[in-house]
């Protein structure tokens, strides 16, 4: 970074105009505002493309009377942040100027209580969207209503450099390296403020390429059924590629509603979007192609496949909208979408899918949904906290919570049990006996991670993803695999 300013007078040092989106917060408040009028209803979608019609400043002005973000739930550059807070400690006048909407601009400066004045778009006003020489022209003339003929400007992208060229001094934060190169041309003692470079990890953990290992359900018809079949096993190859893309897509979607809920969350706050690591439009345009291309492998693999995906894809999207802030629905939906996985495994392998099978999937699956909730809310340790941030939950609701996850897994080892005993195992086991090792298997795994539940020992986790990293669930795996194995060997 460049001195700036180091070293002169309060009194001779001009006032500091700085930009709010992507500069002060590394977000767009008009994107952020945009996901939660979605969020509110997905149908206001339409009303926003007829707003359109009202120009950029008509646009603002409609949606911001609708729904602004919190300024409290915003990130923010807390170098730059802390960088404010030291010039006006020396006595300069800061001042807010956004193109965004006026009331979200006068909103974030009350919140960070740092500045002097705030300027923004006014649709009621001078109707001019406050970007580019309309945000020059404004600053030149609130400055000349403040007694100065010098100011400094903050900004962050292309649009700024008609405003860095009538300032004095200049400030990047964020800025990209073709416009700090341009900006350098302008101030060559501009002050950086260093970008963060959008690396391949902070994608993989926006499209949470981890939770792919869910998808690999879909290859339990074919391990259920003892196949062999090279063709079937490169079908289901194929629709775990598909799955895996559609689910990170409706993962970034889902992120982007969620956004001011998972800010506030001890653990989903430092997710890529809420972080603001990576940008809104950026994780749209992420998720629209990963969708495509999960629908395009899909249709290769068979229709009656892609009909499945497509009715994974609806029912997530309806869970991120709605389903998920209804209590014990979000948990049934939860386990169905596990079971869906199942199915599609037997449909994209051309197998009939085992009704043994749905009935253990859907009791087992029902019980990680819940042990999920459980171990969320007993994050909450003020029991005065009314609901679980966007969930449906009370604190008080965690033994009901836990009774009908333990009640459920057991279910999922009784339906194990009746399927040894069943004309279905004798026909696929040589010695069907042996399966009567894998139910206490199970339910001491079942205890064991309603054990760990209820010693807050998840923290919150999903519960596949500590299984993954637990070394106990894969010797159960393993064990689970060996009795089974022995059971179609005769061993």
Known sequence: MTPF???VPASETCPLYVDLDGTLTPSDTLYESVMLFIRRNPFNLLRMLAWLLLGKAGFKQRLAGAV???????PYNERFVQFLREERARGRPLVLASAADVRIVREVAAHLKLF????????????????????RAAIEAHARASGHDRWAYAGNSRDDLAVWEGSSQAVAVNAPPSVIERLQKIHAQARVFDRVPLSLLTVLRAIRLKQWS????????????????????AMVALAFVAFGLCASATYLFNDLLDLPNDRVHRIKRHRPLASAAIAIPTAVLLGVVMMVLAFVLAFAVSTAFAALLLAYTATTLAYSMVLKRLALIDVLVLSGLYTLRIAAGAVAAN????????????????????????AELEELDD????????????PRDLPSLRAMGMASGFLAVMVLALYIDS???????????????????????VMRIWLKTGRRELHGEDPLQFALKDPFSWMTLLAMGAIGLAATTGL
């Open 5 to 7: 300013a180091a070293n």
């Open 68 to 74: 602004r973000p919190d300024p409290a739930r915003l």
């Open 116 to 135: 002097q004045d705030a300027l923004g778009t006014n649709a009621r006003g001078d109707g001019l969207n406050l970007s580019r020489r309309h945000k």
């Open 214 to 233: 869910k998808n690999a359900l879909l290859f339990v018809p074919l391990l259920a059924a003892h196949s062999l079949d090279p063709h079937r096993w």
């Open 351 to 374: 197998l009939v899918l085992s009704n043994w099978l749905a009935a253990i999937s859907i009791f087992l699956f029902l019980s990680l949904a819940l042990v999920k909730r459980c």
């Open 383 to 394: 029991e005065r906290t009314t609901l679980a941030p966007g969930r449906g939950y009370q």
């Open 423 to 445: 004309q279905n195992s004798e026909m696929l086991y040589a010695n069907p006996e042996w399966l009567w090792a894998a139910a206490p298997v199970l339910l001491l795994w």
